[in-house]
């Protein structure tokens, strides 16, 4: 993925260097990677868990499918880190599945709906990309809110291994 410039955001490719300092909860070597400071929680055991679920080796293997999409959120003119737009690896079968976080202090901007936005367009653009899926807990307000802000419609639902029902939600190529 190329980095993309927002009206307020810089969206920077996530490299394997920067994930294995993340992984390394080497927040020095992460900051330095990415060329911005990250948030104070930032890296931590949640972070890693929900961000990048594939195995260190899995990621070295295959970097450009494992990191595929995925992105930094930077305030466009601050070298800051306040969030993250990840996809679940490069789909093989069309549908990109995305998932994006905004740290705690820099919430109830609009930052998720405009990171967001520009990483599905940016998704969308490929032609072996056909659609987008986003997944959130019913009672996940604001994650209502980006998902439906940025145009994606209620397709069904699907369980949680262990927090119940996750309600999908899909943008197709026009």
């Not at 490299?15 to 060329?35: C, M, P, S």
């Not at 948030?39 to 868990?49: E, F, G, K, S």
């Not at 069309?94 to 940016?122: H, N, P, Q």
Request: with cysteine; glycine share 6%; hydrophobic share 45%.
């Amino acid at each position: 993925m190329p980095a993309i410039t927002t009206e307020r955001l810089r969206l920077v490719p996530i490299t394997l260097e920067a994930i294995e300092a993340v992984l390394d909860h080497d927040k020095a070597r992460a900051e330095a990677a990415v060329g911005a400071q990250f948030p104070d929680a930032w890296p931590n055991d949640d972070l890693v868990a929900l961000g990048f679920p594939f195995s260190r080796a899995a990621l070295r293997a295959a970097p450009e499918i494992r990191l595929w999409g995925d992105s930094l959120v930077l305030l466009k003119d601050e070298p800051r880190v306040v969030g993250s737009v990840v996809f679940h690896g490069h789909p093989a079968d069309g549908v990109a599945e995305v998932a994006y976080s905004i740290e705690e202090s820099s919430r109830c901007r609009g930052f998720a709906v405009e990171a967001v936005a520009a990483c599905v367009e940016w998704a969308l653009s490929h032609p072996t990309i056909r659609a987008v899926q986003a997944t959130t807990f019913p009672w996940h307000v604001a994650s209502l809110g980006v998902i439906r802000r940025i145009g994606m419609v209620h397709i069904g639902e699907r369980d949680h291994d262990s927090l119940g029902e996750l309600l999908v939600f899909e943008r197709r190529k026009p």
